[in-house]
T-cell receptor
Framework: EAGVAQSPRYKIIEKRQSVAFWCNPI?????LYWYQQILGQGPKLLIQ????????DSQLPKDRFSAERLKGVDSTLKIQPAKLEDSAVYLC??????????????FGPGTRLTVT | AQKVTQAQTEISVVEKEDVTLDCVYE???????LFWYKQPPSGELVFLIR??????QNEISGRYSWNFQKSTSSFNFTITASQVVDSAVYFC???????????????FGQGTILTVHP
């Protein structure tokens, strides 16, 4: 079974530029998550989709970050414009989740973003 | 609000030593799930275990074992006879019961860096 795919693996941009990350979850996983992991910290949830609907985006900086999951499969996370503090690893995860049952999340390899 | 605390920032051991990674959590939910993930130098988070709040039985999987104690809100992880390949960052995480408006959102601890020396 193929795992969670992410691209690109690395990205270096200058502040105020824009960047986009792509994620393809495990086939059949309805729930998709984007996490931000700053060096030395645990991952922090940015946004969570159930199929193509947003379940939780309370920690997403909506003035600069946006995400979509068209057709309930793959997803794109965008940052525009980027700030220095956005330098982090962006992790995508997917899960089989049903009401009242939190399944384990499977993570992709992540995209390491450096903003200079 | 949910919170996970991993008080040990870094642990260093010599191969074949046993090591325990501590995890303390806070939640107001009566039903919740606890997880451990491993993050090797490659960066990908690897799922190790999930326990629900109603199952306090300890679990053993090879050299790994987990001790869940609701009375102290702890979910500790022990590696027996550690090996160099165990070197990684280990994260404890907590999620709700995926009911209501939240579908199993994970709250992670800060992680414990484990280094196993040959």
């Amino acid at each position: 079974e193929a795992g969670v795919a992410q691209s690109p693996r690395y990205k270096i941009i200058e502040k105020r530029q824009s960047v986009a990350f792509w994620c393809n979850p495990i086939s059949g996983h309805a729930t998709l998550y984007w996490y931000q992991q700053i060096l030395g910290q645990g991952p922090k949830l940015l946004i969570q989709f159930q199929n193509n609907g947003v379940v939780d985006d309370s920690q997403l900086p909506k003035d600069r970050f946006s995400a979509e999951r068209l057709k309930g499969v793959d997803s794109t996370l965008k940052i525009q414009p980027a700030k220095l503090e956005d330098s982090a690893v962006y992790l995508c995860a997917s899960s089989l989740v049903s009401w009242g049952h939190a399944g384990e999340q499977y993570f992709g390899p992540g995209t390491r973003l450096t903003v200079t | 609000a949910q919170k996970v605390t991993q008080a040990q920032t870094e642990i260093s051991v010599v191969e074949k030593e046993d090591v325990t990674l501590d995890c303390v959590y806070e939640t107001r939910d009566t039903t919740y799930y606890l997880f451990w993930y491993k993050q090797p130098p490659s960066g990908e988070l690897v799922f190790l275990i999930r326990r629900n709040s109603f199952d306090e039985q300890n679990e053993i999987s090879g050299r790994y074992s987990w001790n869940f104690q609701k009375s102290t809100s702890s979910f500790n992880f022990t590696i027996t006879a550690s090996q160099v390949v165990d070197s990684a960052v280990y994260f404890c995480a907590l999620s709700d019961d995926a009911g209501g408006t939240s579908y199993g959102k994970l709250t992670f601890g800060q992680g414990t860096i484990l280094t196993v020396h040959p």
